[in-house]
């Protein structure tokens, strides 16, 4: 028998639960339940694969459940990402129902679905996006969830202030002031930092994700979650930070990171990338 829709879905959802060790049900729940060839656009899609991308057979909704990237603008190669990766994301943000989530560099609003179908209609998504026509498209596809407010912008300032978490979707070079008034004591955010990649397009970058969580006042831990290549969030580079980055990296003492420090103090040898908003041991 030819599995419905439903069910790619759900083999989908427990597929990234298993090979991932995913233990919100309510993540699961949300994989399986949000229809993913909603924000991909009409199909045929194209798709990336390791032998390189190529368009499904035909636009029959059923291809888009694998766990990898398709096109949501392949002349311009914009992709919609691995769910997994995003899945392991939200786990370690740790949200769940109520929570008040900012979300930046949210597209055609597929992985913003994911999160307010997380939180549900007691809680709260604000999701934001730079490209004029995505965030036309977010708001139209985002409807069902009316707890979701899709905002035009680069995600690095005006930001409301008091969420539980914030998940940046893109990378950055530096942690931004912006990003941390916005959490609530306890709140957390995840960032990727990247460096370029050499001989790819500045668009992209290779990096590590960090998260932070905002003890009390201006203390926050840190600490790395894994090595990530992404879009770049490019009002969130700084060229001189981007190279200190590289070669901090290629340290490898980034798994040592336990806090970030806001206050301006001399570096010292807990110091992993020092500047604004310091990585340290």
């Known amino acids: 028998m030819t599995p419905t829709v439903a069910a790619a879905r759900a083999f989908l959802a427990d597929e990234i639960r298993v090979a991932h060790n995913i233990q919100s049900p309510r993540i699961v729940?949300?994989?399986?339940?949000?229809?993913?060839?909603?924000?991909?656009?009409?199909?045929?899609?194209?798709m990336f694969s390791i032998a390189g991308p190529r368009v499904t057979d035909d636009a029959d909704p059923r291809h888009v459940y694998h766990d990898t990237s398709y096109a949501l603008d392949a002349a311009r190669s914009l992709y919609n990402g691995q769910p997994s990766l995003v899945a392991t994301w939200l786990e370690a943000l740790g949200i769940g129902e109520g929570s008040r989530v900012i979300h930046i560099g949210c597209a055609t609003g597929y992985f913003a679905a994911l999160i307010a179908h997380i939180v549900g209609p007691t809680g709260s998504v604000h999701a934001i996006e730079i490209d004029p026509g995505f965030v036309e498209r977010a708001r139209v596809n985002l409807a069902e969830w009316p707890?979701?407010?899709?905002?035009?912008?680069?995600?690095?300032r005006d930001l409301p202030a008091g969420y539980d978490a914030l998940l940046?979707?893109?990378?950055?070079?530096h942690i931004l002031d912006?990003?941390?008034d916005a959490l609530a004591d306890g709140g957390r955010l995840l960032a990727p930092l990247t460096s370029g990649i050499p001989g790819m397009?500045?668009?992209l970058g290779k990096g590590m994700t960090i998260l932070i969580t905002h003890e009390r006042a201006r203390e926050y831990r840190a600490?790395?979650?894994?090595?990530?290549?992404?879009?770049?969030?490019?009002?969130?580079?700084?060229?001189?930070v981007a190279k200190a980055l590289g070669q901090a990296m290629m340290t490898g003492a980034f798994?040592?990171?336990?806090?970030?420090?806001?206050?301006?103090h001399e570096r010292t040898d807990t110091c992993w990338l020092h500047g604004t908003n310091c990585l340290s041991a």
Request: aromatic share 8%.
């Open 29 to 46: 729940d949300a994989l399986a339940s949000v229809p993913r060839e909603r924000f991909l656009g009409p199909g045929p899609w194209q």
């Open 147 to 156: 707890w979701v407010s899709v905002h035009h912008g680069n995600g690095t």
């Open 168 to 173: 940046v979707h893109a990378g950055a070079t």
């Open 178 to 180: 912006a990003w941390l």
């Open 201 to 203: 397009p500045s668009t």
């Open 223 to 240: 600490r790395f979650l894994s090595m990530v290549a992404i879009y770049s969030l490019q009002e969130a580079r700084d060229e001189n």
């Open 255 to 264: 798994a040592k990171i336990t806090r970030l420090r806001r206050d301006s």
